[in-house]
């Protein structure tokens, strides 16, 4: 092997890693996300030549938020405005005169995590992502799941109440209505409004409309029995997304990534004893461990790294 | 290879078959399934006896239901009665004095109908067995996934209402509440009880508390409309939980099995309908083909018998 560049496009920056032959990240490189294709393609391939100068690039990986298709295609993404339809492997391989290897950004993540970080050691995990929405990926009797057209792990829009509130999707009830980042907030806006939740609005600036899920955190973190009362319902809803996943999937291990990580010393007791309560026959079986990711915010950039080497 | 010989354990009947190099049927027997476990290896090693006299048997399988460990032990199966922790692969092992392959029952399925049935041809497909509860099995990138225990695919305890009818399992609003023919029994019930279901409460006798899922559908095939609105109600169900697979699996194809493949006829176009419009981004991505299973009962038993040739 040689050295690997991987690139992950995020809905603020991209983030560019140089990683060697053990996976360590070697270079780092990061420029804005700009709006539209055809700039997306420049910027791009200006981290790739700024990533190869000095040397030499075995393979080269993008990681992309969305519906990615196996032949590099980003169909569309909530996250990358202006964006559709664009053949980011075609494109960009064109422009670099070599092959480019192209994946979801939770697959190329979770790909990571199983590989160097917190899913090391096992044949089966299943990685969720709890940022804005929720992503994730699948790693199954030893090998990296991508469904048939690239589009596994959208464990966001898996519908956990037929009745509950709209989704920006078109559907309602989706996870991560409930169990994102901006699930959280909404948990908490939704009992801030009712005169519940009186520190975390403190904490907010006096307007429960403003509550977001770091004014909870903080509030929590104070022992405010509100907050930590918001902060169970929210554990509530990720431990019954995951329980669902265990129904399908019998991992060894979750782990947990995206902006969740942050909270992780507040979730982690919560999610696990919701866990227990929702598991079917939790008494037969070994419950898969729980982990939170250990390479942060440059595990889609390593993913892609690493599986622009396979490609 | 050799003739192989594939046992399916039902809560009624076990079903025995000799399988030929190209996965064909060229013996069958079956016998009542017995109470207790050490009837059970009895029962099993005569099926397998009798299916082994006259020829020679390259390898043996044993399909069970519930929660059967990597290492073929039944830890505990509601369709099972009285059987708990049974080592199969080790006890019949040992009676047959030689090695047996044990696997989940709907896992076996699954691998049979992509082999030599309905989910031939494709690498991704997800099978649903919709019986008394549900069941299931996951083949991803080409190979058959059983998770970290041996427990993927027990797809029926997905929470899909978390306020939903208590399950026999202790939680609530389980996939295989609404999905199953059980699920089906029950919405029909209720609206019968509800005053509403005139023909088919007729169909089932005059009682709406004995409605069961074949006066449903027989008051559907005669058009009545109140009977087809139970079907739809019921289609809902269904494809709301195969949209939660899609998501996190991609699957090229569904095999609809169990006892709903037999009302087909009724349940595919309104299943279509509603899993189009449950799926997230409809538009941006091929809808996985819907199937129901090609080999019928014997698909389980079919299936132990080609694992065990890889076991």
Same mark, same amino acid.
């Given at each position: 092997?040689?050295?690997?560049?991987?690139?992950?496009?995020?809905?603020?920056?991209?983030?560019?890693?140089?990683?060697?032959?053990?996976?360590?990240?070697?270079?780092?490189?990061?420029?804005?996300?700009?709006?539209?294709?055809?700039?997306?393609?420049?910027?791009?391939?200006?981290?790739?030549?700024?990533?190869?100068?000095?040397?030499?690039?075995?393979?080269?990986?993008?990681?992309?938020?969305?519906?990615?298709?196996?032949?590099?295609?980003?169909?569309?993404?909530?996250?990358? /405005?202006?964006?559709?339809?664009?053949?980011?492997?075609?494109?960009?391989?064109?422009?670099?005169?070599?092959?480019?290897?192209?994946?979801?950004?939770?697959?190329?993540?979770?790909?990571?995590?199983?590989?160097?970080?917190?899913?090391?050691?096992?044949?089966?995990?299943?990685?969720?992502?709890?940022?804005?929405?929720?992503?994730?990926?699948?790693?199954?009797?030893?090998?990296?799941?991508?469904?048939?057209?690239?589009?596994?792990?959208?464990?966001?829009?898996?519908?956990?109440?037929?009745?509950?509130?709209?989704?920006?999707?078109?559907?309602?009830?989706?996870?991560?209505?409930?169990?994102?980042?901006?699930?959280?907030?909404?948990?908490?806006?939704?009992?801030?409004?009712?005169?519940?939740?009186?520190?975390?609005?403190?904490?907010?600036?006096?307007?429960?409309?403003?509550?977001?899920?770091?004014?909870?955190?903080?509030?929590?973190?104070?022992?405010?029995?509100?907050?930590?009362?918001?902060?169970?319902?929210?554990?509530?809803?990720?431990?019954?997304?995951?329980?669902?996943?265990?129904?399908?999937?019998?991992?060894?291990?979750?782990?947990?990534?995206?902006?969740?990580?942050?909270?992780?010393?507040?979730?982690?007791? /919560?999610?696990?004893?919701?866990?227990?309560?929702?598991?079917?026959? /939790?008494?037969?079986?070994?419950? /898969?461990?729980?982990?939170?990711?250990?390479?942060?915010?440059?595990?889609?950039?390593?993913?892609?790294?690493?599986?622009?080497?396979?490609?």
């Amino acid at each position: 092997m040689s050295a690997a560049a991987g690139v992950d496009v995020g809905g603020t920056k991209c983030l560019g890693v140089v990683i060697d032959d053990a996976g360590e990240v070697v270079a780092t490189t990061r420029r804005l996300t700009p709006r539209g294709g055809g700039a997306l393609i420049d910027v791009l391939a200006e981290i790739v030549d700024e990533l190869g100068a000095g040397q030499s690039l075995g393979s080269i990986g993008i990681g992309l938020p969305g519906l990615i298709t196996r032949g590099g295609v980003l169909r569309a993404s909530p996250n990358v /405005p202006e964006v559709f339809e664009l053949d980011v492997a075609g494109l960009l391989g064109d422009r670099l005169g070599r092959v480019v290897a192209v994946s979801n950004d939770a697959t190329a993540a979770a790909y990571a995590e199983w590989q160097v970080g917190a899913g090391q050691g096992v044949e089966d995990i299943v990685m969720v992502t709890l940022g804005t929405g929720i992503g994730g990926g699948v790693v199954a009797g030893g090998r990296l799941i991508v469904g048939e057209n690239g589009f596994a792990g959208e464990f966001g829009h898996m519908v956990v109440d037929p009745v509950g509130p709209p989704c920006p999707c078109g559907r309602r009830g989706c996870w991560e209505r409930f169990a994102s980042g901006s699930g959280l907030a909404q948990l908490a806006r939704t009992a801030a409004v009712g005169g519940r939740l009186g520190r975390v609005v403190e904490v907010a600036g006096g307007d429960p409309a403003l509550v977001r899920g770091e004014h909870v955190q903080s509030a929590a973190r104070e022992g405010d029995a509100e907050a930590l009362a918001v902060v169970d319902e929210f554990a509530r809803w990720v431990a019954l997304g995951l329980v669902n996943l265990t129904n399908a999937l019998d991992p060894a291990r979750f782990v947990l990534g995206g902006g969740l990580a942050e909270g992780a010393d507040l979730y982690f007791g /919560p999610i696990e004893r919701w866990f227990d309560q929702l598991l079917y026959a /939790p008494e037969l079986r070994p419950h /898969p461990g729980l982990a939170f990711a250990a390479l942060g915010e440059r595990a889609g950039a390593i993913g892609a790294a690493m599986l622009s080497r396979s490609a």
